[in-house]
């Protein structure tokens, strides 16, 4: 009935209302859980009439420790079943134009692009109908090429600006109400996702703010993530170039390197960390020379890099020179006074503290066991603020 019928207006209010009445019966016996693919349909042609109801009712109701994964990216492609969607009704109509509203339409070309049977499976994936068919796709990247030109559509536009509101709902969700295996499991596709978004620039940068906003949360929730989820940590970590060059703002980078300092652990694993920090803030200061672009990263690269060699005294003589080569030359380089100042200020402190092995457990020790205070110097990084002493 929904596939026949989700473009109709006065039919996906009257079954959106339904679904909100009889909520708890339909979670109850798995309706929801099973077929909200299909009921993503109605938000997706009609998202201005009835975003509300799915981001506060409907959208938590299809969450559990199944589907969750497969949630969170099916509301990051909602805008791509729109735009399937457009298309799957052109297909519908072609011989009948006036069954299209003028602003729906598309190009011929795309239409071919749609039925090519190489295509097809990518398609049928977005339009499926049930879940359990995989949390993705492997080629996400391609579909969001194929109907990159549809981020023009009205209609589509529209999609992309509800995207956000439903995605703080989930994370909302997944906060404060979800079991943390269920948090546990979310890290990964995040990470993913960051780099793998179909949005137009503004919701692209509404999307990432929300991210960087629930980051925290969701690692404070579950500290394990940054070693279960290490190898996904350091290839998100290594794609700094990449992710700079999609928009990706400084602050996501800033908050995964705070907590790698935070709760790194083990020798095998600081090992790793510190090999990649030390090639991250490499890159940024002496390959690409962008210390004063990105002053507060190299700042909690050089504190995170502290940290783990106070937990591993392998490593204290190669950060002392990584830092100490950074500060030579910020000090000689850099232009940008007030660059210059705070991060040199940071560089100064850390190294001292390199240098004095009690000053490195009195400087971080107190902050390992101290939410509070993990919260609190997470605060300075997510602001405009770049971070100082932390005695």
């Known amino acids: 009935l929904i596939e026949n019928c989700y473009y109709i207006l006065p039919f996906s209010l009257t079954f959106t209302n339904f679904i909100i009445k009889e909520v708890d019966f339909l979670c109850d016996n798995q309706i929801l859980q099973t077929y909200f693919p299909t009921l993503m349909k109605l938000l997706a042609w009609n998202s201005v009439h009835i975003v509300d109801d799915f981001s506060h009712v409907i959208v938590p109701a299809f969450m559990d420790d199944k589907t969750c994964p497969e949630v969170f990216h099916t509301i990051l492609d909602l805008p791509c079943l729109t735009a399937v969607l457009l298309l799957k009704r052109h297909i519908a109509h072609q011989f009948d134009s006036k069954s299209i509203n003028s602003a729906d339409v598309v190009p011929h070309n795309l239409m071919e692009m749609f039925v090519n049977p190489s295509n097809v499976p990518l398609f049928a994936y977005i339009a499926r109908q049930k879940s359990g068919q995989g949390d993705t796709i492997a080629k996400l990247a391609t579909v969001h090429s194929l109907l990159h030109v549809l981020l023009r559509n009205s209609r589509v536009q529209h999609s992309c600006s509800t995207v956000n509101q439903l995605l703080r709902s989930f994370f909302n969700v997944i906060i404060t109400h979800a079991p943390i295996s269920m948090t546990t499991r979310i890290l990964p596709d995040v990470l993913e996702r960051i780099v793998l978004l179909f949005q137009t620039d503004s919701g692209r940068v509404a999307v990432l703010s929300t991210i960087a906003d629930f980051l925290p949360q969701l690692i404070e929730r579950d500290h394990s993530v940054v070693l279960l989820y290490k190898n996904e940590i350091l290839e998100f970590l290594n794609n700094f170039n990449q992710s700079v060059m999609a928009g990706l703002e400084e602050r996501i980078f800033c908050i995964l390197v705070y907590y790698i300092g935070c709760y790194g652990n083990g020798d095998d694993v600081v090992a790793e960390y510190h090999d990649t920090l030390e090639a991250l803030l490499n890159e940024i200061v002496f390959a690409n020379d962008q210390c004063s672009t990105y002053p507060r990263l190299v700042s909690v690269i050089s504190s995170a890099m502290t940290k783990l060699a106070s937990r591993c005294c392998d490593i204290v003589d190669r950060v002392l020179v990584s830092l100490s080569k950074v500060l030579k030359h910020l000090i000689e380089k850099v232009g940008d006074f007030e660059c210059k100042r705070d991060v040199a200020v940071r560089l100064s402190?850390?190294?001292?503290?390199?240098?004095?092995?009690?000053?490195?457990?009195?400087?971080?020790?107190?902050?390992?066991?101290?939410?509070?205070?993990?919260?609190?110097?997470?605060?300075?990084v997510i602001s405009n603020l770049p971070i100082t002493n932390n005695k």
């Open 349 to 380: 402190e850390l190294i001292t503290s390199l240098q004095d092995p009690g000053l490195i457990e009195i400087l971080f020790a107190s902050m390992d066991n101290d939410f509070s205070n993990r919260q609190g110097l997470a605060m300075h």
